[in-house]
């Protein structure tokens, strides 16, 4: 990638892709697949934007240092008069900032999320996970999401952010307030009920900054709130990063767990694999990671932007234009994964994109991965039988996530 091309393609236009629509969110890969068949970037009419799904111009583009997050200013008081001035606050987190900023809050947050901190809160986690899957084989049912994925991902980020085990349902309801109002465009109507999510949000981590003034703990809001007090952040992006770290924290791992158990259903040799070799589970999470991202588009708060002409293979993006990262389709191209529609958790797959690239990587990757580990484990030792995928599974209306409302399931007892 080069910012003084030699050549002056310009990118082809594509009019009719639609992400919108449940046939999409049902199976967006076919559609992927028509996307990286044009052969570089292309411009989206529709949010006048381009996409970029390759495997090799996604990662150029996310390790590319001349790209922002920041839009051009014209551009940025556009976007923010579309919004509320009171979720303006939310663009103070990590993901809206470009270096030195960025640098700045990243430091923050990085060590609370180093593999000797997470530790103890993994191990408590364990418990809790398998607390829940024996209960379901005595009861002979699992609900993933509900049961399952969104319990034991709100402990561990709970116990990391340092909020109390008994509010965890509050802060739940707040983020899945939040989130519909993160995608890309924001889903309709999804502004109302965001705003109220983010003022019990403000209003919440308000009171517990008092109380961790008074009795600081050993947890990450507490280091947020001491370097608070040391004038290294602001009030708002304190919040605004406790808030980041509670939603991403978890929904990460909802969406992982729900989907790592739905690819298991559909190919159980692999389960049967995993259960025969259980060291397979941490090459497991990235095999889930690739086939099924989370994280389908890499957006690091609304798209990178670029700052003057740039260079993606024979094309050129001109300057001042939103350039959009499609991770589910760079993790299925095939010039990187053989037959990568196949779920194969032998597969080398760590160079997916799932977890970004670049400047931008999740901050969070070790914990994810480290839980999703957990996860699959655990899994592997429950000693009974899966079955019962519904007909129709209910994918959440969302572009930039891809995450199964619910997945109930019969559970055997083997």
Known sequence: MSATPTSQLTPPVLDDFDP?????????????????????????????????????????????PGLRVQPPPEVSEMLLSMVPAELHPMQQTLLFQDPPDH???????????????????????????????????????????????FPVSLQ??????????????????????????????????????????????????????????????????SALVQAEGEGVISRDELHANAILTFISGHETLVAFAASAFLC???????????RQRPELAPNAVDEVLRFESPL????????????????????????????????????RDPAVYPEPDRFDIARPAYRHLALGHGLHFCVGAVLARQQGSMILEELAATRAELDAVPAELDWMPLFMQRRLAALPLRVDPR
């Open 156 to 221: 561990v980020i709970g116990d990391l952010l340092g909020v109390a085990r008994a509010d965890l349902p509050l802060l739940k309801e707040w983020g899945q307030a939040l989130s519909p109002a993160a995608d890309i465009p924001a889903a309709a109507g999804s502004l109302e009920r965001a705003l109220e999510g983010f003022q019990a949000f403000d209003d919440y981590f308000g009171r517990l900054a008092e109380r961790r003034r008074r009795e600081p703990g050993e947890d990450l809001f």
């Open 20 to 64: 919108y629509n449940a046939a999409f969110r049902a199976d967006p890969y076919p559609e992927y697949e028509r996307i990286r068949a044009l052969g570089g970037p292309v411009y989206w009419e529709y949010l006048d934007s381009y996409l970029v799904a390759s495997h090799a111009d996604a990662s150029a583009v996310l390790a590319e």
């Open 264 to 274: 298991f259903l559909r190919r159980p040799d692999q389960l049967t694999l995993l």
């Open 103 to 149: 640098t700045r809050l990243r430091n923050l947050t990085r060590r609370a999320f180093s593999s000797s901190a997470i530790a103890g809160v993994l191990a408590e986690a364990r418990h809790t996970a398998r607390a829940i899957l024996d209960r379901a084989v005595r009861s002979g049912r699992l609900e993933v999401v509900d049961d399952l994925a």
């Open 296 to 331: 389908q588009l890499a957006t690091a708060g609304g798209g990178r932007w670029t700052r003057q002409d740039l260079h993606v293979g024979d094309h050129v993006i001109p300057a001042g234009q939103r350039v959009l990262v499609l991770l589910g389709a760079a993790n």
